[in-house]
């Protein structure tokens, strides 16, 4: 046998398991899905050329081990993979003139559902194929799949769980950290439909696309596919789109899903055939991976070369600095792209990059954009000695046999990128249109060193209007904002600052004992500062050090030569609620929230905290005779528990009308 072959294969084979494991089990992606069918094929090939399949081969495998957070249980039948083309050619012949349906293959996680007398019984995933997780309280939750059905007997689907692009795009704007996000919905289906607490899953807008029966005894399907999708219909099941076809109406069926796949909504990564003649499909038996009643078809990439004109590194708030493909315009599925991640220093050495080499580039499921192959295979790419932005050294770390590039100084300004996100909070300057993600871009470019320069973008208009999800219309937004901010108050730019265990609270309490002076706060010495109540030896340490250090009493003279901020008094005898505790609970009616009766409170000197103590001078709830934990926790210790009306009354004197 020739040992090259062999010892090629083995590689194939820890290349690829790795990438499955990732894949399935971690939710990652380390190898783009073009390179893994590459990869793939070649490891077919060279199994049928040796006649040798090495025990942990993916040909024999399906998909990889269920994670341990969840039960797990063996399926019934084993959950094959399907047989895989590009070429529509080879789908015509495959049907060998039978009448087949053609369907959507969702890019989500696939579940088998079981329903005992007409109910919800039990919800798998596929696992490994051989052993799923129960995952039976989250598909509870999922948005479109029936609880109960009309059919009484034991009926076994499979189907995939999936997240629609928008309500992807929806989560992930709300996730402020940028490395948090979630790369594809598939990603994030897979993680909502794992997850232990079903209250997560709910939330997630997961639905479900039936697209086998596996099981309904008693009901005559008159040997038909389509049959059986239209009683699992009539079940209440949405049923995965498909169309029927022969040899003759096959390729304006696959021209149809061509087209609807631009605007589909729902992650999909190709079309699945299958024999409507279900006897016929069975007949054909099985290999020891693939059934050979259906068969996949994956979307032909397409192609175009263009010519690498640069890379650009990107460094993130982590450290980690990633490598961008910048190349020469090319189209691509109806758009214009010149720019494709290439996410480690792993893939830029295995592909062997250099500036002006010949690439070509195409857009993975049809949407973002990778790099398929080098053809002049310079390898003349040098990796980045300094980072982009601090100009510090920059180091490369291998993990989990991924090699990523990082800057190694703990001072880089873009890792500057959690005191900016505070800075712009709602509770400090309360800069709208400023995102962790779009802070994470100007610190990157360089924009951005220290608070004042947010006052300053301005001289970055041209950059900052051609930057990715701008325009001149963000732009002016943005600016508008952040003029809106130059006005504002002390106890705002006293949390915005970051110091070490100051919260808002503590903030406002700060600027009350020094009487909004700044300059009397700066020079307060340590046992001023422990002496106030609520501070304590910890917090007043922190503050003494951060006005302490002479770089940023420098950087805020220059924020404070930005910004006005409001001079504030304190009236005589304003006080009245001076070294007293309350804790809020439950819905207000007088005040807007909590945050406002907060406010009142502080401002009158008291304190709001979050739990009931032995110091606490009574709870404001206006369910009185409620059972929650707060209020029995109050009656335990003796703490009054007063409505909203009540305290307004007693403690800040107002007439209620």
């Known amino acids: 046998m020739d040992d090259n072959k062999m010892n090629r294969m083995k590689e194939l084979v820890a290349t690829l398991c790795s990438a499955s494991k990732a894949y399935y089990a971690q939710d990652m992606e380390i190898i783009s899905n073009l390179e893994y069918d590459r990869l793939y094929d ?59 349906l053609l369907s959507w293959k969702l890019d989500g996680l696939t579940i088998v559902l079981t329903y005992y007398a007409g109910k919800l019984a039990k919800a798998v995933t596929r696992g490994n194929g051989e052993v799923g997780e129960v995952i039976t309280n989250n598909a509870r939750v999922f948005q479109n799949v029936p609880l109960s059905i009309p059919y009484q007997g034991e009926l076994i689907l499979r189907g995939e769980a999936v997240i629609s692009y928008s309500d992807f795009e929806k989560i992930n704007r709300e996730i402020e950290d940028v490395e948090a996000k979630y790369k594809n919905p598939r990603n994030l289906c897979s993680g909502s439909v794992r997850q232990l607490n079903n209250e997560i899953t709910a939330h997630r807008n997961v639905n479900f696309y039936a697209f086998s029966l596996v099981r309904a005894d008693g009901v005559e399907f008159r040997n038909s596919r389509e049959e059986q999708f239209a009683f699992l219909s009539r079940q209440g099941f949405d049923v995965v789109e498909y169309r029927k076809v022969t040899p003759d109406t096959i390729m304006d069926a696959i021209h149809y899903f061509e087209k609807k796949i631009e605007t589909y909504d729902i992650p999909s990564d190709g079309l699945v055939l299958t024999y409507e003649d279900i006897s016929y499909g069975q007949s054909l038996g099985r290999t020891a991976k693939f059934p050979r009643d259906s068969i996949a078809f994956k979307w032909a990439d397409e192609l175009r070369e263009t010519v690498l004109t640069d890379m650009e590194w990107s460094a993130s708030r982590t450290g980690l600095i990633n490598p961008v493909a910048i190349f020469e315009p090319v189209e ?3 758009t214009t792209v010149s720019r494709a991640s290439v996410h480690n220093i792993s893939i830029v050495r295995g592909l062997k990059l250099g500036i002006g080499d010949h690439i070509t580039v195409y857009k993975a499921n049809m949407i973002i954009p990778q790099i398929a192959e080098n053809l002049t295979m310079s390898d003349t790419l040098e990796i980045p000695q300094i980072c982009p932005v601090c100009k510090g050294p920059t180091q490369i770390r291998q993990v989990n046999e991924v090699q990523s590039l990082y800057c190694g100084n703990p001072a880089c300004d873009a890792k500057k990128i959690k005191s900016f996100t505070l800075f712009v909070s709602r509770d400090a300057m309360n800069v709208d249109g400023l995102s962790e993600s779009t802070l994470e871009k100007f610190l990157a470019k360089g924009f951005l060193h220290e608070f004042a320069d947010l006052f300053k973008l301005a001289r970055y208009e041209q950059e900052i209007i051609q930057m990715e999800g701008f325009g001149e219309k963000s732009y002016q937004k943005l600016m508008e904002s952040i003029e809106r901010s130059r006005n504002t108050t002390l106890p705002r730019v006293i949390y915005g600052l970051g110091i070490e265990n100051i919260g808002v609270a503590n903030a406002r309490m700060l600027c009350r004992h020094f009487q909004y002076d700044l300059e009397a706060l700066r020079n307060a010495d340590l046992e001023e500062l422990g002496a106030i109540d609520g501070i304590g030896e910890v917090i007043a340490a922190s503050i003494h050090s951060f006005f302490r250090n002479e770089e940023r009493m420098e950087q805020l003279k220059r924020l404070m030569q930005e910004i006005t901020v409001a001079q504030e008094t304190i009236e005589e005898g304003s006080q009245t609620l001076a070294g007293m505790n309350f804790v809020i609970t439950g819905s207000l009616e007088h005040y807007e929230n909590r945050n406002a009766l907060k406010e009142e ?16 001078a009574c709870l404001i709830n206006n369910d009185t005779a409620s059972m929650s934990s707060k209020n029995k926790k109050a009656k335990e210790l003796g703490i009054r528990i007063v409505s909203e009306e009540e305290f307004m009354r007693e403690y800040l004197e107002e007439e209620i009308g």
Do not use: C, D, F
Not at 82 to 94: M, Y
Not at 601 to 616: F, H, L, P, Q
């Open 42 to 100: 070649e490891l077919v090939r060279l199994e049928k050329e040796t006649g040798v399949t090495l025990a942990n081969s993916p040909t024999l495998h399906v998909g990889y081990e269920a994670v341990e957070e969840l039960p797990k249980e063996r399926h019934e039948k084993p959950m094959l993979s399907l047989a895989k083309t590009k070429s529509r050619e080879e789908l015509q012949e495959w049907l060998n003139g039978k009448t087949a």
């Open 332 to 334: 691509l599925e109806g």
């Open 601 to 616: 409170i502080e401002a009158r000197g008291g304190k709001v905290t979050g739990s009931v103590t032995g110091k606490t």
